[in-house]
């Protein structure tokens, strides 16, 4: 699908350039009212927080997500994504070190990529992610067979 419109965003304007090349169409804050900007302002705060967690699988990890991006926010930082994320590799290394998965998450979020990337391949935190997803696995199987899901069969 062809793409219908670019937004340029600045300041106080928010301006819609159509792909037709027509006129774009722009609104300044200074056009609103009052009301309108704080519900504008809370509804993309609600977006960007939201987005923050949606790949998460745990609570924690959505937590300290979330967390991290209303810290951006307090910063003046909205471009920063602000996540603490490492998934089910943050949940592998918690369980290899017998901490909390909060806490690994404060110290996964200060790694480089390339550190990242060593731990996920030391062998206790591959076996601790292998059992992991596998306990998952088995559970949506579980799950699976209450449901309407069809057999399955060979």
Same mark, same amino acid.
């Given at each position: 699908? /062809? ?5 340029? =965003?600045? /300041?106080?304007? #928010? !301006?819609? =350039?159509?792909?037709?090349?027509? !006129? ?12 309108? #900007? ?19 699988? !745990? ?28 998934? %089910?590799? %943050?949940?592998?290394? /918690?369980? #290899?070190?017998?901490?909390? =998965?909060? @806490? ?7 790694? !480089?990529? @390339? ?9 206790? %935190? ?29």
């Amino acid at each position: 699908m /062809a793409k219908i419109a670019t937004k340029k =965003v600045t /300041a106080d304007s #928010v !301006t819609f =350039v159509w792909a037709d090349e027509s !006129t774009p169409t722009t609104i300044k804050l200074s056009e609103l009212k009052p009301e309108l #900007v704080t519900r504008a302002a809370l509804h993309g705060i609600s977006q960007k927080g939201g987005d923050s967690y949606s790949q998460c699988t !745990t609570i924690a990890e959505a937590k300290a997500n979330l967390q991290a991006t209303l810290d951006a926010f307090k910063q003046g930082d909205w471009n920063r994504s602000g996540t603490a994320s490492g998934g %089910v590799w %943050v949940e592998a290394i /918690a369980a #290899v070190m017998n901490q909390p =998965v909060e @806490a690994i998450l404060v110290q996964w979020a200060k790694k !480089t990529d @390339a550190e990242q990337a060593a731990a996920k391949k030391h062998p206790e %935190v591959m076996a601790a992610k292998a059992k992991i997803d596998a306990a998952r696995a088995a559970s949506k199987a579980k799950a699976a067979k209450k449901s309407d899901a069809p057999a399955f069969t060979l």
